[in-house]
């Protein structure tokens, strides 16, 4: 029995872990504190310098993560957690940089990524390098996976290749625009589904009117937050919402029975990101403004 345990530790690497999610009833969720909402859905803990950080999320078992290679190149390692061989032999990532000219090589296959450009590996690439062009101005890489039945090949999406959509308006403090990597109709993957949004200067409000997707979970990354300036994140059922707020390179997990807006205190930037029962991103239940309580 020792050696087999012996043998179980060496072949999923038990020592490395990372923090797991669980989930949350909207009823459970209703009750909670400050500090709870923000122990269960806020992530924190993200763009450590020479650091990779991931938390698992039970919501559609999405991971959410972050790699900054500033005085060397970051490998992606593996974790208990998954029992796998290797990380992406169930899994796909999504790889958005938000921070300085960088490389990522997927299986031996280079990918030179720029702020805001995006990068696929899918399930069964063995082997996923993080670098940095500039140690003294790092890329900064956020960092999305989903569970995955089918292979898709790696690919790059340039900002300026990702079919900017211009909405919103001046006069209700939500001009925005919209960049979509992973989707139906950019980079194909098994069930991932990721952009991020951009608000012009003087605007404040993302996704609004608000919505909600039973079909799917979506995690928010809010970046580009000025300091000293803070992004007021609403979650929850329609009729009871709740609030956390948020400030620069946090993530939030949003459970698909809730709600999913933002409010700053300035122009901002989030990226977000979806998994579950489609991948149409459209497929969302609109939840009127006066409605909202």
Same mark, same amino acid.
């Given at each position: 029995?020792?050696?087999?345990?012996?043998?179980?530790?060496?072949?999923? +690497?038990?020592?490395?872990?990372?923090? =797991?999610? @669980? $989930?949350?009833?909207?009823?459970?969720?209703?009750?909670?504190?400050?500090?709870?909402?923000?122990?269960?859905?806020?992530?924190?803990?993200?763009?450590?310098?020479?650091?990779?950080?991931?938390?698992?999320?039970?919501?559609?078992?999405?991971?959410?993560?972050?790699?900054?290679?500033?005085?060397?190149?970051?490998?992606?390692? +593996?974790?208990?957690?998954?029992?796998?061989? @290797?990380?992406?032999?169930?899994?796909?990532?999504?790889?958005?940089?938000?921070?300085?000219?960088?490389?990522?090589?997927?299986?031996? =296959?280079?990918?030179?990524?720029?702020?805001?450009?995006?990068?696929?590996?899918?399930?069964?690439?063995?082997?996923?390098?993080?670098?940095?062009?500039?140690?003294?101005?790092?890329?900064?890489?956020?960092?999305?996976?989903?569970?995955?039945? #089918?292979?898709?090949?790696?690919?790059?999406?340039?900002?300026?290749?990702?079919?900017?959509?211009?909405?919103?308006?001046?006069?209700?403090?939500?001009?925005?625009?919209?960049? #979509?990597?992973?989707?139906?109709?950019?980079?194909?993957?098994?069930?991932?589904?990721?952009?991020?949004?951009?608000?012009?200067?003087?605007?404040?409000?993302?996704?609004?009117?608000?919505?909600?997707?039973?079909?799917?979970?979506?995690? @928010?990354?809010?970046?580009?937050?000025?300091?000293?300036?803070?992004?007021? $994140?609403?979650?929850?059922?329609? =009729?009871?919402?709740? $609030?956390?707020?948020?400030?620069? +390179?946090?993530?939030?997990?949003?459970?698909?029975?809730?709600? $999913?807006?933002?409010?700053?205190?300035?122009?901002?930037?989030?990226?977000?990101?979806?998994?579950?029962?489609?991948?149409?991103?459209?497929?969302?239940?609109?939840?009127?403004?006066?409605?909202?309580?």
């Amino acid at each position: 029995m020792k050696a087999s345990a012996e043998s179980y530790s060496n072949r999923w +690497n038990q020592n490395n872990n990372m923090e =797991q999610r @669980y $989930h949350n009833s909207a009823k459970e969720v209703s009750t909670m504190t400050t500090a709870e909402l923000r122990g269960n859905f806020l992530v924190d803990s993200l763009m450590k310098a020479d650091e990779i950080e991931f938390v698992y999320s039970h919501y559609d078992r999405v991971i959410v993560g972050s790699a900054v290679p500033a005085k060397g190149p970051i490998t992606l390692p +593996n974790y208990a957690e998954l029992r796998a061989e @290797y990380f992406l032999e169930r899994r796909e990532l999504g790889i958005i940089n938000i921070g300085g000219a960088g490389e990522i090589i997927v299986d031996g =296959q280079t990918f030179a990524i720029n702020k805001l450009d995006c990068v696929f590996a899918g399930k069964g690439s063995k082997e996923v390098i993080f670098k940095s062009l500039d140690a003294a101005n790092p890329a900064m890489y956020y960092l999305l996976s989903a569970p995955a039945h #089918k292979e898709y090949p790696a690919a790059l999406l340039k900002k300026e290749d990702a079919t900017p959509v211009s909405i919103g308006s001046a006069e209700t403090s939500n001009a925005r625009t919209i960049y #979509k990597y992973i989707h139906l109709d950019g980079i194909r993957s098994c069930q991932l589904v990721m952009g991020l949004t951009v608000l012009s200067t003087g605007s404040v409000w993302n996704t609004m009117p608000s919505h909600t997707h039973d079909r799917r979970m979506e995690m @928010y990354f809010y970046f580009d937050v000025t300091p000293g300036q803070v992004v007021l $994140h609403l979650m929850g059922e329609p =009729q009871q919402t709740k $609030h956390l707020v948020m400030k620069n +390179n946090e993530a939030v997990i949003s459970p698909p029975w809730s709600i $999913h807006s933002g409010c700053g205190t300035a122009n901002y930037s989030f990226i977000w990101g979806m998994a579950g029962e489609n991948q149409v991103y459209s497929d969302m239940d609109p939840v009127a403004i006066d409605e909202l309580k």
